[in-house]
C-alpha cells in the first residue's frame, strides 16, 4: 500500500529553484546529519531524493524549490520498479559492506550460489528454528553469514551468549551449541557484537532472524528452506 504524506515547509518560499546548499539549509532545520551527498535527482521531474541515516534509514523527497517535503514511495509505471525501495535496499547493501566476514559467522555453501546475511539472536525461538535448516540451506546453495542481534541490548543475558560465540575457539560450534540451548563458557574476548548492534539499528532492524539477501533487500521472520530460496530469486531478478 502506498503512503503519501505531503507536508508543506516554507523552507525557501522565495526561490524558484533552489540549489542543494539552500536546501540542505532548510532540512538541517528539521533532520540532523544531512549532508549534500544525501540530496539527489530523481526520474520524477520536480523532486529531489533525501538521504536520512538518522535515527534511522529512510528516503523522502523535496520538491526543487525546497518548499515541498513528500514522505512516501515512488514506482516506475512502465518498469514497476518501486523505485524507493530500490534506493533503500542499495542503501543497505552498502551499510552491509562496512562490516567484513571475519566479524561475522559464516556457514558457507560447497556449491555457492546465494549469500544471506542474517541478524540473529542465540535466545530467540524462531532463529533457532532457522538455524536448524543451515544445512538445508546449504544444501540449496544459499551460505548463511549471521550477524549478533540480541535484541535485549548490552550487558544482558542474550548479549553475554553472543560474546561467548562470537569469542569461542570454534564460534561455529559454540553457535550450534548455543541454538540448541546449550550453554558456552562465558568467555569475553574483543569482539563484533556493539558493532553489530550499531549496524542493526542503521538498517531499520526491528527482530529476529531478520535476513538480507545480496541485493540489500531483507525478510524479517522466520522463512523455509525452498520458499527463502524462491524469495532470494524474486528479490534477485527484480532490478535490473
Known amino acids: 500500500m502506498l503512503k503519501s504524506l505531503f507536508i508543506t515547509l516554507a523552507l525557501l518560499s522565495t526561490n524558484i529553484l533552489a540549489d542543494k546548499a539552500d536546501i540542505l539549509k532548510g532540512l538541517n532545520s528539521y533532520f540532523s546529519g544531512v549532508t549534500e551527498q544525501d540530496i539527489n535527482s530523481t526520474p520524477f521531474q520536480g523532486l529531489y531524493e533525501v538521504i536520512l ?11 526543487e524549490d525546497g518548499r515541498y517535503l513528500a514522505q512516501g514511495e515512488v514506482i516506475d509505471l512502465q518498469t514497476r520498479i518501486n523505485l524507493t ?4 535496499s542499495s542503501l543497505a547493501k552498502e551499510i552491509l559492506a562496512t562490516t567484513a566476514d571475519d566479524e561475522k559467522i559464516i556457514y558457507k555453501a560447497d556449491d555457492e550460489k546465494y549469500i544471506i546475511n542474517v541478524f540473529t539472536d542465540v535466545d530467540c525461538p524462531y532463529c533457532r528454528k532457522l538455524h536448524k535448516d543451515v544445512d538445508a540451506l546449504n544444501k540449496l546453495g ?29 564460534p561455529k560450534q559454540a553457535m550450534n551449541r548455543g541454538m540448541i ?34 541485493n540489500g533487500d531483507h525478510i524479517p521472520g522466520y522463512v523455509k528452506p525452498k520458499s527463502l530460496l524462491k524469495e532470494i530469486k524474486r528479490s534477485l531478478a527484480k532490478y535490473p
Open 85 to 88: 525501495q530500490y534506493r533503500m
Open 181 to 214: 540451548q546449550k550453554g558456552n563458557p562465558l568467555v569475553d574476548c574483543k569482539n563484533p557484537i556493539i558493532d553489530h548492534l550499531i549496524l542493526a539499528k542503521k538498517l531499520n532492524v526491528t527482530g529476529t532472524p531478520f535476513i538480507f539477501f545480496e
Open 142 to 170: 544459499v551460505t548463511m553469514k549471521y550477524l549478533a542481534f540480541p535484541r535485549t541490548g548490552v550487558n544482558t543475558k542474550s548479549y553475554y551468549r553472543s560474546v561467548a560465540i562470537w569469542c569461542a575457539d570454534d
Open 53 to 63: 541515516r538518522k535515527p534511522a534509514l529512510d528516503v523522502i523527497y523535496i520538491s
